[in-house]
Each structure stands twice: as structure tokens, then as C-alpha cells.
């Protein structure tokens, strides 16, 4: 017997020819029904749609502690000038609004902008404002306050009911809005548009004791630039010994810079990572 399946990508199955006379009893019926079943099988795997391969599931052990997301930057608003979008508030604070961040933008906010009472809160809720297109988790900002002010008092500001400001109403602003800012072009507000320019910065001098011993190296360094173009605060992040740590931080202090700038071209104080060599010639 020679029958071909429904796939036409399988070849043809051979059989022995079944003998149909009874002489043989009930072991032909039996052969019968075993080459049946298993031709009933091979047709049903051809008809089958490919089988995948499963990827077993990865434990996550009880006491381990899963990362806080933070959402990543949105590429649109990178480098983009932008005043944000106007909002009012404040908490009638006689002294003016402090310096500081801008809530972030969330598609879920679950706390308004508020003045923080505790600095240290055992289970910190992230400050957000509303924004549809924005993503639903936030980082906890904890220095909240208005980017274009020039010191940090600790006020909300005069406005009110809540949040910070002059203006009215209850988010972040000297205006009359829910957003964040002191425009209408959407987004959030970029603190810094244009970054730190180093004007003058000399390289650090060699100490004697690295001049003998031949130390040569970089050396990475995070300096807070205030908006008088100074360094405010040095942090060394990668080190070198031998009195090189010291001579850089004491020669960045004498560095001269051009500030970053907001979007409305204000100076800011900004971070920046710098990198200094010490070579020999």
C-alpha cells in the first residue's frame, strides 16, 4: 500500500501490503490498528504548527531588592531650549520661591509639587506633574524649587494655594497654569541648554614627590561651577597619589569658567566631569 499525506513536503509512507484474510486472526487486526494510529500521528505533527522553544522562567529570589526605575531622557527635549509650560503655586511664603529643580514630568503623578517638611522620609513619594505623554515612574527629586531663582531659601513662595511660586493655583511657577515652567512650549523645562566652557584652566602643577617616583596618569574630577564661573565644590573620582590629588583640586579652584546657561540664558550652577593628565616629558 502506498498512501501520501496531506503535506505535500513529506514523502511518501510505505507499508507492507495488509493481508485482509482472516487466517491471520486477530494479530492482522491487531498490525492494522498500529500502523492506523501511527499514520493517524504523523499526519496530525505535519499539520501542526512549528513548536517553539520555551525559556524557562528565571527565579527572583524573595529577599532581593529590584532597582528603582528611572526613565530615561526623552531624545526630543536633549538640547532643546525650552521654558517649559507655565504653572502657578506657592504655600504664601513671605520670602521669595528658593532655587532649585522642577518637579519631573508624569503620566501618573501620584504627589503634587509640595514644600518637604521631612528631608529623611522613610518611604520618599516622587513630586510629579501632570503630563499625558510623559512616563508614569519618576526619580524622587527632593530639591524642589524654581531653576530661574537666584538663592536657595527653603520657601515655596508667595503664591498659592499650594506648590511653588508667585502665581496662582497649585504646581510649579509665576503664573497661572498646572505645568511646570514659565512658558508654552511644552515639555519640561531644560535647566541647563548650554553647558560649562572652561576659559582659563591651566594644567595642575607636578609635586616633587611624583616628579621623582616618574607617576604619571589622568585623573577624573566632578566640579560644581556656580554661576559666577568658579568652582564651588571639587570631588575627585579617580585618583592618582602623591600629592597630584591635591595639587588638582587646589588648581581647579583657581580655574575660570563660563557658566551654564538656562533657557532663558540665565547663568546656573551645573556639574561637570573634568579630566587632567599628568605627564612627564
Not at 556656580?226 to 581647579?252: F, N, P, W, Y
Request: charged letters at 15%; proline letters at 12%; aromatic letters at 6%.
Amino acid at each position: 500500500m502506498n498512501l501520501r499525506p496531506a503535506s505535500p513536503q513529506l514523502i511518501p509512507l510505505h507499508f507492507d501490503t495488509i493481508d485482509l484474510s482472516a487466517r491471520n486472526g486477530g494479530s492482522q487486526t491487531v498490525s492494522i490498528g498500529v500502523h492506523a494510529i501511527a499514520l493517524l500521528a504523523l499526519l496530525a505533527f505535519a499539520a501542526s504548527p512549528k513548536a517553539h522553544k520555551f525559556i524557562d522562567n528565571i527565579p527572583i529570589e524573595p529577599s532581593g531588592k529590584l532597582p528603582a526605575y528611572i526613565p530615561p531622557a526623552d531624545p526630543g527635549q536633549i538640547g532643546r531650549p525650552s521654558h517649559g509650560t507655565e504653572g502657578g503655586g506657592g504655600e504664601h511664603d513671605p520670602l521669595p520661591t528658593t532655587n532649585g529643580l522642577l518637579a519631573p514630568h508624569s503620566s501618573v503623578p501620584i504627589v503634587p509639587p509640595r514644600k518637604i517638611v521631612n528631608d529623611d522620609p522613610l518611604l520618599p513619594e516622587p513630586s510629579a506633574v501632570f503630563d499625558p505623554n510623559a512616563p508614569a515612574a519618576v526619580p524622587v527629586i527632593t530639591e524642589l524649587g524654581l531653576p530661574w531663582m537666584k538663592d536657595k531659601n527653603g520657601s515655596a513662595g508667595p503664591g498659592g494655594p499650594h506648590g511653588f511660586g508667585s502665581g496662582n493655583g497649585t504646581s510649579m511657577g509665576d503664573s497661572n497654569g498646572s505645568g511646570a515652567g514659565e512658558g508654552n512650549e511644552g515639555g519640561p523645562y531644560a535647566n541647563v541648554v548650554s553647558p560649562v566652557v572652561c576659559l582659563y584652566c591651566p594644567e595642575p602643577p607636578y609635586t616633587e614627590e611624583a616628579r621623582k617616583n616618574k607617576l604619571q596618569g589622568k585623573m577624573l574630577l566632578q566640579v560644581l561651577v556656580g554661576e559666577d564661573g568658579k568652582a564651588r565644590q571639587v570631588r575627585i573620582l579617580k585618583t592618582l597619589g602623591m600629592g597630584l590629588d591635591e595639587s588638582a583640586e587646589h588648581a581647579v579652584y583657581s580655574w575660570r569658567f563660563s557658566p551654564a546657561r538656562d533657557a532663558a540664558k540665565h547663568p546656573v550652577a551645573s556639574w561637570v566631569t573634568i579630566e587632567t593628565r599628568f605627564q612627564l616629558f
